[in-house]
Protein backbone atom coordinates (compact mmCIF):
# COMPACT_ATOMS: atom_id res chain seq x y z
CA UNK A 1 0.00 0.00 0.00
CA UNK A 2 1.42 3.69 -0.72
CA UNK A 3 0.08 6.83 -0.51
CA UNK A 4 -0.05 9.05 -3.10
CA UNK A 5 2.63 11.96 -1.33
CA UNK A 6 4.74 9.77 -0.12
CA UNK A 7 7.87 7.01 -1.13
CA UNK A 8 7.17 4.59 1.61
CA UNK A 9 4.74 1.19 1.66
CA UNK A 10 3.03 0.71 4.91
CA UNK A 11 5.07 -2.03 7.24
CA UNK A 12 2.20 -2.76 9.47
CA UNK A 13 -1.00 -1.65 7.24
CA UNK A 14 -3.56 -2.23 10.12
CA UNK A 15 -1.74 0.25 12.07
CA UNK A 16 -1.46 2.55 8.97
CA UNK A 17 -5.53 2.47 8.66
CA UNK A 18 -5.99 2.64 12.14
CA UNK A 19 -4.35 5.70 13.07
CA UNK A 20 -5.65 7.25 9.28
CA UNK A 21 -9.13 6.48 10.32
CA UNK A 22 -8.98 8.77 13.57
CA UNK A 23 -7.12 11.37 11.75
CA UNK A 24 -8.65 14.68 11.88
CA UNK A 25 -8.92 17.30 8.48
CA UNK A 26 -6.17 19.43 8.19
CA UNK A 27 -8.47 22.43 8.38
CA UNK A 28 -8.66 21.14 12.50
CA UNK A 29 -4.63 21.07 13.09
CA UNK A 30 -4.57 24.14 11.07
CA UNK A 31 -6.79 25.93 13.81
CA UNK A 32 -5.27 23.86 16.45
CA UNK A 33 -1.65 25.10 15.07
CA UNK A 34 -2.98 28.54 15.38
CA UNK A 35 -4.08 28.42 18.81
CA UNK A 36 -0.67 27.73 20.06
CA UNK A 37 0.87 30.38 18.14
CA UNK A 38 -1.63 32.92 19.76
CA UNK A 39 -0.42 30.76 23.66
CA UNK A 40 2.85 30.83 22.16
CA UNK A 41 3.83 34.39 23.57
CA UNK A 42 5.04 35.18 27.27
CA UNK A 43 3.10 37.94 27.30
CA UNK A 44 -0.32 36.74 26.04
CA UNK A 45 0.55 33.12 28.94
CA UNK A 46 1.04 35.74 31.54
CA UNK A 47 -2.56 37.42 30.71
CA UNK A 48 -4.25 33.93 30.60
CA UNK A 49 -2.38 32.81 33.99
CA UNK A 50 -3.62 36.24 35.39
CA UNK A 51 -7.47 35.30 34.80
CA UNK A 52 -7.07 31.94 35.48
CA UNK A 53 -8.90 32.53 38.85
CA UNK A 54 -10.86 35.40 37.97
CA UNK A 55 -11.95 37.91 35.88
CA UNK A 56 -9.77 41.06 36.07
CA UNK A 57 -10.65 44.35 34.34
CA UNK A 58 -7.57 45.75 31.98
CA UNK A 59 -6.23 48.40 34.68
CA UNK A 60 -5.63 45.52 37.45
CA UNK A 61 -4.31 43.25 34.77
CA UNK A 62 -1.70 46.25 33.64
CA UNK A 63 -0.91 46.45 37.36
CA UNK A 64 -0.70 42.96 37.78
CA UNK A 65 1.97 42.33 34.78
CA UNK A 66 3.43 45.82 35.07
CA UNK A 67 2.38 47.04 31.49
CA UNK A 68 0.69 49.79 30.44
CA UNK A 69 -3.14 49.77 29.98
CA UNK A 70 -2.75 50.15 25.97
CA UNK A 71 -0.48 47.26 25.65
CA UNK A 72 -2.59 44.81 27.95
CA UNK A 73 -5.88 46.07 26.04
CA UNK A 74 -3.63 44.95 23.10
CA UNK A 75 -2.87 41.53 23.89
CA UNK A 76 -6.66 40.60 25.41
CA UNK A 77 -7.84 41.93 21.75
CA UNK A 78 -5.55 38.95 20.16
CA UNK A 79 -6.58 36.84 23.18
CA UNK A 80 -10.76 37.62 22.70
CA UNK A 81 -9.81 37.31 18.62
CA UNK A 82 -9.05 33.48 19.33
CA UNK A 83 -11.37 32.96 21.59
CA UNK A 84 -9.57 31.93 24.18
CA UNK A 85 -10.68 34.96 26.34
CA UNK A 86 -14.08 36.28 26.65
CA UNK A 87 -14.96 40.27 28.26
CA UNK A 88 -18.28 41.50 29.85
CA UNK A 89 -18.79 45.38 30.47
CA UNK A 90 -20.04 46.91 33.78
CA UNK A 91 -20.10 50.68 33.60
CA UNK A 92 -17.20 51.83 32.27
CA UNK A 93 -15.03 48.99 32.78
CA UNK A 94 -14.90 45.99 30.92
CA UNK A 95 -13.89 42.39 32.68
CA UNK A 96 -12.21 39.68 30.94
CA UNK A 97 -11.71 36.22 31.98
CA UNK A 98 -10.64 32.55 30.25
CA UNK A 99 -13.06 31.70 27.63
CA UNK A 100 -13.48 28.31 28.88
CA UNK A 101 -12.56 25.46 30.89
CA UNK A 102 -10.99 23.98 27.80
CA UNK A 103 -8.60 27.31 27.70
CA UNK A 104 -8.02 26.49 31.61
CA UNK A 105 -7.01 22.93 31.53
CA UNK A 106 -4.69 23.38 28.39
CA UNK A 107 -2.65 26.08 30.64
CA UNK A 108 -2.53 24.86 34.01
CA UNK A 109 -1.32 20.86 32.19
CA UNK A 110 1.38 23.40 30.28
CA UNK A 111 2.76 25.07 33.49
CA UNK A 112 2.76 21.64 35.34
CA UNK A 113 4.61 20.50 32.83
CA UNK A 114 7.23 23.07 32.21
CA UNK A 115 7.71 23.05 36.13
CA UNK A 116 8.01 19.52 36.16
CA UNK A 117 11.09 19.94 33.53
Not at 43 to 68: F, I, P, Q, Y
Not at 87 to 93: E, F, L, T
Request: charged share 30%; with cysteine; glycine share 2%.
Amino acid sequence: MTAKHTDCEALNIDLVEKTKAKMHDKRVFNITADFFKVMGDCTRLRLLWALDGSEMCVCDLAVVLNMTKSAVSHQLKTLKDAKLVKSRKAGKNVYYSLDDDHIKTVLEMALVHTNEC
